[in-house]
């Protein structure tokens, strides 16, 4: 029975697959697609998190926020720079602000 999944997965998959007795089928994806499957992947390894609430999907996220910042020829480390830097000026999320409105004066 062949099962469809259409979507990007981690490098060893196709491995894990042949190693429990399965033949996969797999395609390598140009730059543009791969940016559009990791953008798809991003969606699905979030929703996945909200639904279930578990730390380890948070590490899919990461990996997935990782893999975007290579492909724009970047890296997490520059990303995690950039995310301290915004921080030191604007504050994090520690205080649980929740922002209803602001009157000018």
Request: glycine share 2%; with cysteine.
């Amino acid at each position: 029975m062949r099962k469809f999944y259409n979507k990007l997965v981690r490098d060893n998959i196709p491995l894990i697959c042949e190693e429990n007795g399965q033949k996969p089928k797999i395609k390598i994806l140009d730059d543009k697609k791969y940016k559009t499957a990791l953008h798809k992947k991003l969606k699905e390894e979030v929703t996945e998190y909200l639904m279930s609430n578990n730390v380890e999907e948070l590490a899919d996220i990461i990996e997935v926020i990782e893999a975007l910042a290579e492909s724009q020829d970047s890296s997490l480390e520059e990303i995690l720079n950039i995310k301290n830097r915004k921080q030191n000026k604007n504050g994090a999320f520690k205080n649980k602000i929740f922002l209803v409105s602001v009157e000018d004066k």
